[in-house]
């Protein structure tokens, strides 16, 4: 017996070598954009769950919404010689700089639900390649789900008003869903405008005051697109409040609350996200980038995301 543990205790040295007996040794590291967020908090729980389903350790750190917190967070992780780390960036420009140090030092990097390079000129597929994988729902295609759904309420006898409820300013997210969003509206041939286009903290309170302030502007619009549920639980108090018969339609949906909004007929329809999920496959991502040296880099890892309203709410069983 002595002699299996000093073999076992070689193996776990080894570098090279990955085993479930080498498990308990092995960290892997969250870092947040703000967990404020019911979103965030959703990935790492799924983050947490599949990493302890592993046997690996887990740190869980918030930058509280701050990108200079966030890089000096990561690159405490870096000096701590963790074995992954992982996050949902702040800012997909200035988060290459942060996956380069980590390869430097041989610490493979997941980005979770944000894209990390210019995404402007890079397609959200096109993995930045210092990257283990990109773990996210494919935003674009979302949008293209919140659009095509938008086409099939929006009126057809005069060009449609649009208002764009966005989220913060510096996410990849916020053009990707637009973009997508667009994308579906012109392959179906609808006619529309975009009269405002604003962007809030991604909180219920900012889409509530931004949807009112275009109300007041446009009280003949005729639909609001939200960036995501809790911008869009917001907006639908916005629109009681006046009595408007403008539409809702939203995306990065799936939340409990948003849900509940959408079977009160408060919301149109939005597109189911999982936030838990996207937690779980970039743990798992991550651990096998740490213990398998020979894993495949820049790996673009997603889901499926469908449509949902009052009629199907059942497919977006798991709510956060």
Same mark, same amino acid.
């Given at each position: 017996?002595?002699?299996?543990?000093?073999?076992?205790?070689?193996?776990?040295?080894?570098? $090279?070598?990955?085993?479930?007996?080498?498990?308990?040794?092995?960290?892997?590291? /969250? =870092?947040?954009?703000?967990?404020?967020?019911?979103?965030?908090?959703?990935?790492?729980?799924?983050?947490?769950?599949?990493?302890?389903?592993?046997?690996?350790?887990?740190?869980?750190?918030?930058?509280?919404?701050?990108?200079?917190?966030?890089?000096?967070?990561?690159?405490?992780?870096?000096?701590?010689?963790?074995?992954?780390?992982?996050?949902?960036?702040?800012?997909? =420009?200035?988060?290459?700089?942060?996956?380069?140090?980590?390869?430097?030092?041989?610490?493979?990097?997941?980005?979770?639900?944000?894209?990390?390079?210019?995404?402007?000129?890079?397609?959200?597929?096109?993995?930045?390649?210092?990257?283990?994988?990109?773990?996210?729902?494919?935003?674009?295609?979302?949008?293209?789900?919140?659009?095509?759904?938008?086409?099939?309420?929006?009126?057809?006898?005069?060009?449609?008003?649009?208002?764009?409820?966005?989220?913060?300013?510096? /996410?990849?997210?916020?053009?990707?869903?637009?973009?997508?969003?667009?994308?579906?509206?012109?392959?179906?041939?609808?006619?529309?405008?975009?009269?405002?286009?604003?962007?809030?903290?991604?909180?219920?309170?900012?889409?509530?005051?931004?949807?009112?302030?275009?109300?007041?502007?446009?009280?003949?619009?005729?639909?609001?697109?939200?960036?995501?549920?809790?911008?869009?639980?917001?907006?639908?108090?916005?629109?009681?409040?006046?009595?408007?018969?403008?539409?809702?339609?939203?995306?990065?949906?799936?939340?409990?609350?948003?849900?509940?909004?959408?079977?009160?007929?408060?919301?149109?329809?939005?597109?189911?996200?999982?936030?838990?999920?996207?937690?779980?496959?970039?743990?798992?991502?991550?651990?096998?980038?740490?213990?398998?040296?020979?894993?495949?880099?820049?790996?673009?890892?997603?889901?499926?995301?469908?449509?949902? $309203?009052?009629?199907?709410?059942? =497919?977006?069983?798991?709510?956060?």
């Amino acid at each position: 017996m002595r002699q299996l543990i000093k073999q076992l205790g070689a193996l776990c040295a080894g570098a $090279t070598t990955a085993c479930m007996a080498c498990a308990k040794d092995v960290t892997l590291a /969250y =870092v947040a954009a703000s967990m404020k967020y019911p979103y965030n908090v959703a990935v790492a729980k799924g983050f947490q769950d599949a990493a302890k389903e592993l046997g690996a350790k887990t740190l869980v750190l918030d930058p509280q919404g701050s990108v200079e917190k966030q890089g000096n967070a990561i690159d405490d992780l870096i000096a701590q010689k963790v074995d992954g780390i992982s996050a949902i960036v702040l800012d997909s =420009v200035v988060a290459r700089t942060w996956v380069d140090r980590a390869a430097e030092h041989n610490i493979p990097f997941v980005a979770e639900a944000v894209q990390v390079g210019d995404p402007d000129k890079t397609p959200i597929r096109q993995v930045y390649p210092k990257l283990a994988a990109l773990v996210t729902t494919d935003d674009v295609l979302a949008g293209q789900r919140a659009g095509e759904l938008a086409s099939t309420m929006l009126p057809k006898d005069h060009v449609a008003k649009i208002g764009i409820i966005e989220g913060a300013a510096g /996410y990849a997210v916020v053009r990707q869903r637009t973009q997508g969003f667009q994308q579906a509206l012109d392959k179906a041939g609808v006619k529309y405008r975009i009269v405002a286009s604003q962007p809030t903290d991604w909180t219920p309170e900012k889409g509530e005051s931004v949807c009112q302030n275009i109300l007041t502007a446009n009280p003949d619009l005729d639909m609001f697109f939200s960036q995501a549920d809790d911008m869009a639980i917001g907006c639908a108090r916005a629109i009681r409040a006046i009595g408007a018969k403008t539409k809702l339609i939203a995306t990065g949906g799936g939340s409990r609350l948003g849900n509940d909004a959408i079977k009160n007929g408060e919301i149109d329809g939005s597109v189911c996200t999982s936030p838990e999920l996207i937690g779980r496959l970039a743990a798992k991502a991550l651990y096998e980038a740490a213990t398998k040296p020979g894993t495949e880099k820049a790996r673009f890892i997603t889901y499926d995301t469908p449509a949902i $309203t009052k009629a199907n709410l059942s =497919v977006c069983s798991s709510p956060w």
